[in-house]
């Protein structure tokens, strides 16, 4: 029988650390409630400006709910974690952050612009732009093995800032238990996001989850797996793509060659601020390894789903 557990709000943590001590612990099967904050920890709201970018306290970015003890998780097994349900909170934002994103040298200046997600089906990005709103947990992960002080930002084998777009509704996750109890954590939801979150922030926002845990003794993994539950991209797979490409020997020089093309795309086409593009490029553009095994040129795409179009 399913045991249905609340976790505390007020308990968060900003690092993995080695040996934490568990906030809640459950059994394999049991399945946990978790209200998470956005990524900044509150330190933005719904009328927040670009100002307010300068004022940020790094320390509180990637505030996380956890760890969750899972009893008999030893290193070796896996870890299945079914999603539930997802919903997020009421307004979301997104911004450029110095130094930061695929393209800092195209950007160098700070942007942040907040959205309404009350209509709880689209994110209205501009009066003809609806990109439709799927959530999902941009941070999951267990205790990864010999932390201390680690930071959240870089995932790792053992799951961590995946943001990985897939892992929604219906989706399991699978993670290898490197620590005793597994020390599962979950935080940075997002409302929308394209593959890749090329201007480092997604659609950020607060995310009610509810998330079943199941534990496999004896399987071992050697990183995050999933599974989702139909196809990958089915609210905007009803009207066509465009594509823009880089290509070349470095994987990350393509990656960003194709982002510049498809944000020129973009601006040039819809009539669009080049800061608004590129925000719109991470919130629903997919980048897309097309090719890697010819002589050393590698190319990668950039797809742009059309249906985000109301008007042509």
């Not at 059994?27 to 900044?40: I, M, Y």
């Amino acid at each position: 029988m399913t045991t249905t557990h609340q976790f505390p709000e007020d308990r968060v943590h900003y690092t993995w650390d080695k040996d934490p001590q568990p906030v809640l612990t459950i059994n394999s099967g049991d399945q946990v409630e978790f209200s998470t904050r956005e990524v900044a920890d509150d330190q933005f709201n719904k009328d927040s400006v670009t100002e307010d970018i300068a004022r940020l306290d790094w320390a509180r970015v990637y505030p996380l709910a956890g760890p969750v003890e899972i009893r008999d998780a030893e290193p070796g097994d896996t870890l299945e974690i079914e999603i539930v349900k997802l919903v997020p909170g009421s307004w979301g934002w997104m911004s450029i952050l110095p130094g930061l994103g695929l393209l800092p040298e195209e950007f160098p200046e700070a942007y942040l612009r907040t959205f309404d997600l009350s209509d709880g089906q689209f994110i209205h990005f501009s009066d003809n732009i609806k990109v439709p709103i799927t959530p999902f947990l941009g941070t999951m992960g267990v205790g990864p093995q010999n932390a201390e002080g680690q930071a959240i930002m870089p995932p790792g084998t053992f799951g961590g800032n995946m943001d990985t777009r897939h892992l929604t509704v219906g989706t399991k996750l699978y993670l290898p238990v490197q620590v005793a109890g597994a020390m599962f954590s979950c935080g940075d939801a997002h409302a929308a996001q394209g593959d890749g979150e090329v201007c480092v922030s997604a659609v950020e926002c607060p995310m009610q989850a509810s998330l079943k845990f199941r534990l496999i003794k004896g399987k071992t993994i050697p990183a995050p797996q999933f599974q989702t539950a139909g196809a990958l991209t089915p609210k905007v797979d009803h009207k066509g793509f465009y594509g823009t490409t880089g290509v070349g020997p470095d994987l990350m020089e393509a990656s960003r060659d194709a982002i510049r093309a498809m944000v020129e795309h973009i601006s040039e086409n819809y009539k669009m601020d080049p800061k608004d593009a590129y925000l719109l490029s991470s919130a629903c553009v997919d980048l897309k390894i097309s090719e890697i095994v010819d002589a050393g040129q590698y190319i990668v795409s950039a797809l742009l789903p059309l249906a985000v179009f109301t008007e042509e």
